[in-house]
């Protein structure tokens, strides 16, 4: 019987209407893009990144910030044929990675087949459990899917909801899964959680740092994705990708309370130096 995992967040942290959510979603894209140089959008760099970091918040809040993500992969749309899509829980407690039941997620542009061939291969590792419970109300996940839909061609899907792991446990699952060119890694994470704008900047600052330096040891506090940030910077070290910070702001910047402030950023890791 076909399982599908329906959208939860759509009409919170994102539009609820298809063509409301595809305009805002082109908009933002279109805004990123301009400020992107040629050189990346006309697709002359040898391979699309390998991963991206991105947040996770309301759109209103976060949504230009992982668009300057987004946008560098439009110019391989047919070329990345699968997303494995990493991101916190927030709700239900795991112990490990955890994947869906399900066969597809829906989002109101459509639904997102899994790659059962891909989460075959994750059979038997220890740390990689099965929680329809730990997906159900996730929004970590889900709101990087319209993204990916606009973006991207035909490709499948590997969501995992990361709870409690190392770092080890993390880049073992994406060892397995790590695949060629046509596929790229996307890890779901915000910075900072309700500091004073001017405090949120600092700390933000040196998250950005340790992950720009490669340094795998993020907590909770610095992000809320710090499991999976940390799993993504030790396989990027085994791969010799180079990390590029493309975004930084916070709530204060975008929605305009600077009292008690949420951190994004966003970030690319090539498999050589390329210009940002």
């Known amino acids: 019987m076909h399982q599908v995992r329906p959208a939860a967040v759509a009409g919170a942290f994102y539009p609820a ?3 409301v959510l595809a305009e805002n979603i082109k908009t933002l894209l279109n805004t990123a893009a301009s400020g992107i140089g040629k050189k990346t959008i006309k697709n002359t760099e040898p391979s699309p990144p390998k991963a991206i ?6 759109y209103i809040y976060s949504g230009q910030t992982a668009a300057a993500a987004y946008a560098r992969l439009a110019a391989w749309h047919n070329k ?11 709700r239900v407690p795991v112990r490990g990675l955890a994947l869906p039941a399900a066969d597809t997620f829906a989002t109101p542009l459509g639904e997102v087949k899994l790659d059962k061939a891909a989460i075959t291969l994750l059979a038997g590792m220890k740390q990689v459990v099965v929680s329809s ?3 159900a109300q996730e929004h970590s996940l889900e709101v990087q899917l ?7 061609d035909d490709f499948t899907l590997v969501p995992l909801a990361v709870g409690d792991a190392t770092p080890a446990e993390v880049a073992e699952v994406l060892e397995v899964l790590w695949g060629g060119p046509e596929t790229i890694i996307v890890v779901s994470s915000d910075l900072s959680h309700y500091l004073p704008y001017a ?6 600052q040196s998250t950005v740092q340790s992950i720009l330096n490669m340094k795998g040891s993020l907590t909770h506090q610095q ?3 710090g499991t999976p940030v940390n799993g993504l910077i030790s396989a990027a070290k085994k791969h010799h990708l180079h990390p590029v910070l493309l975004d930084l702001c916070n709530s204060g910047d975008t929605a305009g309370d600077k009292t008690r402030v949420v951190g994004y950023a966003s970030f690319m ?3 050589e130096t390329s210009d940002a």
């Open 17 to 19: 209407n298809g063509q």
């Open 53 to 58: 970091v991105v947040p996770h918040a309301g």
């Open 80 to 90: 990345i044929k699968r997303v494995i899509l990493l991101g916190p829980v927030h």
């Open 133 to 135: 419970q730990a997906h």
């Open 146 to 152: 319209p993204f990916l839909q606009t973006v991207l």
């Open 199 to 204: 405090m949120a900047e600092a700390v933000d």
């Open 223 to 225: 992000a809320c994705g």
């Open 269 to 271: 890791f090539t498999e």
